[in-house]
């Protein structure tokens, strides 16, 4: 059975710092793409991040660029989110996906929710003073 579990979320300061984890389990993360997605109370869910099979290809939305870091660690099936100079418009609940049901190509990865079918709980992000 496929799993994803996120941790990692908090509170934190403007200008701080948090690292997301997405623990997979039931299938082997490094052979699927995986991607992250973040929902602010009463928006759309955004993609935010995505990384390939291969690792060779990352996404980043506008809004992460410059400021959050996609990668995997194959040893521990998780990927992770470093974010950076978080803001208050960084709020969200903060997913990840996967798509086992029909794999991206190896180079390939998305941050279109409809192209995931596996999703993680979430986990809260709260960007504060």
């Known amino acids: 059975q496929v799993q994803l579990l996120e941790s990692g979320g908090g509170l934190v300061q403007p200008g701080g710092s948090l690292r997301l984890s997405c623990a997979a389990s039931?299938?082997?993360?490094?052979?699927?793409?995986i991607g992250w997605f973040r929902q602010a109370p009463g928006k759309e869910r955004e993609g935010v991040s995505c990384i390939s099979r291969s690792d060779r290809t990352t996404y980043y939305a506008d809004s992460a660029k410059g400021r959050f870091t996609i990668s995997r660690d194959i040893r521990k099936n998780t990927v992770y989110l470093q974010m950076n100079s978080l803001k208050p418009e960084d709020t969200a609940v903060y997913f990840c996906?996967?798509?086992?049901?029909?794999?991206?190509?190896?180079?390939?990865?998305?941050?279109?929710?409809?192209?995931?079918?596996?999703w993680g709980q979430g986990t809260q992000v709260t960007v504060s003073s």
């Open positions: 039931g299938f082997t993360s490094d052979y699927y793409a």
């Open positions: 996906a996967t798509d086992v049901g029909a794999p991206f190509y190896y180079n390939d990865c998305s941050v279109k929710a409809d192209e995931y079918d596996s």
